[in-house]
């Protein structure tokens, strides 16, 4: 009985040493959110005038399906598929849902008889591929939950290099990206976005009464080179968000595992505790029974 206590007492010990590295883990990913967060919406005023000057530089261009980071090829073989995983574990299904993305992504692009190119993007990622003895065009890693730009500018590079060379020469017709959305500190989803070719809509825009109607430019030399400036920074700043994006919904589903570690710890230390009370319980009453016994013993050789 009194091993049977000693056991319960030393798992005791060991799950509450668990409970304040999961308990510290939570509180240094709860600190990182703010920080990721703030990250995120100071990039975002960027991105949005980014993508408006782009708009006005395509309304602009003569022929703006033709340039190449905007024309569609007729007969896509070959799509690079970015995907974005975490460095670390301990954070739920963070990279799993990601990669689940990715699969069904490229299992998707096959059936259109593409052949997907992956970029992967973090070591959770990264194993999953070399375990499967999958080939990689580009491994990134080190730096998921602190993304910088010149991160996201070396992948953006990468990318945009193979968008410009030639399919027969190894280059892709499609760059697509695969990263978790953060809506909030509960909510977190895996999202496909495609980056190149960019889609030109033609829509029609009635300017209703009171608003401003949109705003003519003139470019210097011409709309076609203000676009060959714009879009190798909007691959680089659409990266850029989507890491750190993904950089914010990885602290914040890693918070979320570890708050249910540690509740499940209490749990368990609850449960251990009962149990060893109950084993000295038991371990008294049985003294206390060996004492009367004894007792009872002498009585009688009297």
Known sequence: MGAQLRVYRRRIRSVQSTKKITKAMELIASSRIVKAQARLEASLPYLTHLYAAISAAATGAADVRKHPLMANAENRTRAA??????????????????LRE???LAANLREKGMTVIPYVVGRKGVSYYRFRNREMAGEYTG???????????RIGDDLLKAFQTSVEEGGVDEIHLVYTHFASMMTQEARIRRLLPLEVV???VEVKEGEQPSALYEF?????SVLDGLLPRYIDHSVYSALLMSAASEHAARRRAMKSATDNAEDMIKSLSRQANQARQGEITQEISEIVGGADAL????
């Open 81 to 98: 598929v970015l995907i974005v995983t975490a460095d670390r574990g301990l954070a739920g299904a963070y990279s799993a849902n990601a």
């Open 220 to 224: 210097e030399p011409d709309a076609e």
């Open 102 to 104: 990715g699969e069904a």
């Open 299 to 302: 009585s009688a050789s009297r």
């Open 202 to 204: 033609d829509e029609v």
């Open 143 to 153: 730096f998921t939950d602190q993304p910088t730009y010149a991160d996201a500018k």
